[in-house]
Structures are given as structure tokens and as C-alpha cells.
């Protein structure tokens, strides 16, 4: 069955590896991210946020999630997986996540007034707790958006404010703000340097704030979210095949190798995978316009999307051969 955070992210963190967290919305999402774990040994979480419980509709997701655990058996070999609701942002989403069969929930209390976010936070990790399911919160806003809310600038974690958010709320994980943000434009070509090749080198995440919220709660599990790299074979490949992707910049895969080497034990991916998809797409659209059975063209999506996360596991976040 699905499993909770809480075994797994003690051992990733005495590891020195972080658990991989993959979005999904559909169906060839799902198999490529449990194929690419089970071929590389690696635990997962499956995240699911509130846009695709929209999009794909929450019945079924779950269940697809379910069915996946005996995906992976049928595979040849078993996984932990997590189910986990990415960026909740109220009780009542966390609970009807909870009362049905989500492992893990986050919620997202980051762009509420601390005392706010505290109160919030513990109320879902009661009733989560009660319930056998782990708790990601969340401290410090990154930029760009994080669901409805946009921050145009990232506020960073507080050091100073994590120990007692941590005692007081009783989450299981945090989620810090160092210089990542989601999507694939996570920097203003302002904001990095060019390299000899003329690519943009974006500025180092804040590995000084990382070091100082471990001195405050040493071995606590981290979270970073806005964790795609954005590579630049598939950007180039979208704009090749008539897309137009312009100054997308992502974060460099060592300063992830770097994070997942520390307490960070829990790194959320999902805009890669898009990049990965679209590339897969346009390319089987200009080169074979006559084909028409989807299965042509989100086939080759996911078998991309599976080279994409076996590489991360076993490249970046170090948990291929963990499960
Ligand atoms: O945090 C953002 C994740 O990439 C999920 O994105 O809200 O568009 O589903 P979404
Ligand atoms: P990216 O947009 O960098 O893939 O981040 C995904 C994420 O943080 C999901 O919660
Ligand atoms: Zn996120």
C-alpha cells in the first residue's frame, strides 16, 4: 500500500539522498514516473496539486496513485510510494485529502502572517497525525507563483523562526524559500550571468540559509520545492519544433546534487517533465503531421518523461537504489 514520509525521509536524510516528488495529472504522467522508479530502485511521492485534482478530477487521481503501488509490484519490484497533496492551502482540502487515503498532505501557509500560518499548520497535523499521515508546511515565499498567491520577489526562510514553527505545529517536513521558485523561468536574464557559450548562469541558491536552518533543527527533514533544472536540450527542442520558449533558466543539477547531500530529503520536480512532454510532442507533430492516434505522441511524451526521471534519480537526487 502507501506508505507516510516518516520512515523515508529519516533514512534519505542519514543518507544523504533526497526522495524524488513528481507531479502527476494523467495517466502517461503516472507511468513514466513509476517506471523510471522502479527501474532505478528508488522510492517516490507522488504529488498531486489542487489544479490537477481540477483537471483530472480527485476520484480518479487517487486511484490511479492506488493502482500504481500494484503497477509497481506487477513491474517486478516494490517501491515505497507516497501520495502526497502538493501546495493544500486550506484544512478542509488537507482533511477530504486525508479521508481519502493521501499519505502525506502539505499545507501551504507560507504567504499568511506567521502566527497565521502556525495555527493553520497544527490544525492539519492533528487531524493528519490522528490519521497516519505525515505533514509538509512551509516557511518563506518563493518567487513567482505558488498556486493563487504571487510573490514577485522570494522572501526567504527566517533561520530564527524554524525551530519554534517546527516545535509548536509538529509538521514532519518543512518546506524552505532559498532562491528556487516554480516554473520554467525561475530567474530575469537580469538576474544571471553569461557564461563563455552565452548561456544564462543563474545566480547560487542560498546554501548559507540552508546551513543555518540545520543548526537550528539538526537532521529535521527539508523540502525544496521549484526544483527543476529547465535543461536547455529540451527548451531548444521546443523552440526547434515551432514552440518559442524564451530566457527559460532553471536550477543548475549540482547545486541540487549539493542540496540533496544535506537534510534536504524531499526535491518536487514538475516543470522539467512539462518541458519534456512538449518536447517529445513537437517533435513527433512536425516530423509525422499525419499521425492522429494520441498513443503516437504521448507514447514517445512518456518514454521521454521516464529517461527524464531516471536520470534524476540516479544523477541528482541520489535515490536510485535506496527502496
Ligand atoms: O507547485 C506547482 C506544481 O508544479 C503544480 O502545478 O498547480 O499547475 O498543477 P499546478
Ligand atoms: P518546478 O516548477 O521547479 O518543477 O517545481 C515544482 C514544485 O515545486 C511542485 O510543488
Ligand atoms: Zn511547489
Not at 34 to 46: D, G, N, R
Not at 67 to 77: D, H, S
Not at 220 to 228: C, D, E, K, N, R
Not at 280 to 293: C, L, N, Q, S, Y
Amino acid at each position: 500500500g502507501l506508505v507516510n514520509t516518516k520512515e523515508l525521509f529519516k533514512k534519505a536524510v542519514d543518507g544523504g539522498y533526497a526522495i524524488p516528488a513528481y507531479n502527476f495529472n494523467n495517466l502517461e504522467q503516472l507511468q513514466a514516473i513509476i517506471q523510471a522508479c522502479v527501474e532505478t530502485k528508488s522510492p517516490v511521492i507522488l504529488q498531486v496539486s489542487s489544479g490537477a485534482r481540477k483537471y483530472a478530477n480527485a476520484t480518479l487521481l487517487r486511484n490511479m496513485a492506488r493502482g500504481a503501488v500494484e503497477y509497481a509490484a506487477e513491474l517486478g519490484y516494490e517501491i515505497p510510494v507516497v501520495l502526497h497533496l502538493d501546495h493544500g492551502d486550506t484544512f478542509e482540502l488537507c482533511k477530504d485529502c486525508i479521508d481519502n487515503g493521501f499519505s502525506s498532505v502539505m499545507i501551504d501557509g507560507s504567504h499568511h502572517p506567521y502566527e497565521e500560518n502556525i495555527a493553520l499548520t497544527k490544525k492539519v497535523v492533528e487531524y493528519a497525525h490522528a490519521h497516519g499521515v505525515t505533514v509538509e508546511g512551509e516557511l518563506g515565499v518563493l518567487a513567482g507563483v505558488e498556486d493563487d498567491v504571487v510573490a514577485e520577489h522570494s522572501t526567504y526562510t527566517k533561520p530564527e523562526e524554524v525551530e519554534d514553527f517546527v516545535k509548536r505545529t509538529g509538521v514532519d517536513s518543512l518546506a524552505i524559500s532559498i532562491g528556487t521558485s516554480h516554473g520554467a523561468h525561475k530567474f530575469t536574464p537580469a538576474q544571471c550571468t553569461k557564461n563563455a557559450d552565452g548561456v544564462l548562469v543563474p545566480p547560487p541558491l542560498k546554501f548559507e540559509i540552508l546551513e543555518e536552518i540545520e543548526k537550528r533543527i539538526p537532521g529535521f527533514p527539508i523540502v525544496l520545492h521549484g526544483a527543476s533544472s529547465v535543461p536547455m536540450q529540451y527548451v531548444n527542442q521546443i523552440n526547434e519544433f515551432g514552440g518559442s520558449l524564451a530566457a527559460a533558466v532553471g536550477i543548475p543539477e549540482e547545486q541540487l546534487r549539493k542540496a540533496a547531500k544535506s537534510a534536504v530529503c524531499k526535491i518536487n520536480i514538475d516543470s522539467d517533465g512539462r518541458l519534456a512532454m512538449t518536447a517529445a510532442v513537437r517533435k513527433v507533430f512536425m516530423e509525422k503531421p499525419g499521425e492522429f492516434d494520441p498513443r503516437k505522441y504521448l507514447g514517445p511524451a512518456r518514454d521521454e518523461l521516464k529517461q527524464l526521471y531516471m536520470n534524476k534519480n540516479i544523477n541528482v537526487l541520489g535515490s536510485a537504489e535506496q527502496a
